[in-house]
Nanobody, 123 residues
Framework: QVQLVESGGGLVQPGGTLRLSCAAS????????MGWYRQAPGKQRELVAS???????NYADSVKGRFTISGDNAKNTVYLQMNGLKPDDTGVYYC?????????????????WGQGTQVTVSS
């Protein structure tokens, strides 16, 4: 099993900053990529940013230039620095990890998800 523990969400005014963290633990043999998704009320979950194990990053067009994703491979942790926050950034942010891990009965590659952390941008 794999656990993803997220932290750093909260309420912030427009133009403000937040930093999200997500730490992966469990019987992990390898992490191929980690990322952040968000889901606003009434909308589908969407990719915000991702980072591959080699360091390649990918961002949604709506956050380019404002958000920065980074990772610490030694700690199995990914961060999302969010600057210049807008009300449209409001939503539940979910951490995702594409891993190879022991599931209890076998070893396989799969996606693991965190519980989500609320980000609210409002004056």
């Amino acid at each position: 099993q794999v656990q993803l523990v997220e932290s750093g969400g909260g309420l912030v005014q427009p133009g403000g900053t937040l930093r999200l963290s997500c730490a992966a633990s469990g019987r992990i043999f390898g992490i191929y990529a980690m990322g952040w998704y968000r889901q606003a009320p009434g909308k589908q979950r969407e990719l915000v940013a991702s980072i591959a194990s080699g360091g390649t990053t990918n961002y949604a067009d709506s956050v380019k230039g404002r958000f920065t994703i980074s990772g610490d491979n030694a700690k199995n942790t990914v961060y999302l620095q969010m600057n210049g926050l807008k009300p449209d950034d409001t939503g539940v942010y979910y951490c995702n990890a594409n891993v190879t891990a022991h599931t209890g009965t076998t070893v396989k590659r799969f996606d693991s998800w965190g519980q989500g952390t609320q980000v609210t941008v409002s004056s």
